[in-house]
């Protein structure tokens, strides 16, 4: 079953504080699934299009791609449309998880083809129970695209 631990997810999340924080949130609720990390759009893209490898990964696409919106280089929105707008990647889940309230964003995302937006709490047990609420969705009810 593609929900396994084995089903990998993309983080394209620039700063490390949040990436560490998704990461502990991650152990806290039981996700063991592997996570590769991208901290441009670019990468993610260059990755995702098999324009290159990364930790010695290849052409494995995810189950779910966690995308914060204000990225370097190419930003998230981009990276979303980009993602959205290719037959083989637009059936990958993609969670928007930011820290932009901004109204505009939230409706762009999800014109774009956003499956979620969600805002990133600005404490640690909020951000717990999100991320538990995502697993719970993402890896325990939806099936996801193999």
């Known amino acids: 079953m593609n929900n396994s631990p084995n089903t990998l997810i993309i983080i394209v999340e620039d700063s490390p504080e949040d990436y560490e ?9 039981g996700m ?6 991208f901290e441009m759009g670019d990468e993610c893209l260059d990755y995702l299009f098999g324009r290159g490898e990364y930790e010695g990964q290849k052409n494995v696409l995810p189950g779910l791609i966690m995308l914060d919106l204000n990225l370097p280089g190419t930003d998230g929105r981009d990276v979303l449309k980009s993602i959205k707008s290719d037959h083989k990647l637009k059936k990958i889940p993609v969670v928007v998880l930011t820290t932009s309230k901004d109204l ?3 409706e762009k995302c999800y014109q774009h083809g956003a499956n979620s937006y969600i805002q990133k709490p600005v404490d640690f047990n909020g951000f717990i129970d999100a991320i538990k609420k995502l697993k719970e969705y993402w890896f325990e009810i939806s099936i996801l695209p193999i």
Do not use: G, Q, S
């Open 21 to 29: 924080t998704t990461i502990r949130a991650f152990k806290k609720v």
């Open 32 to 37: 063991k699934n592997k996570v590769l990390r």
């Open 104 to 106: 505009i964003d939230i």
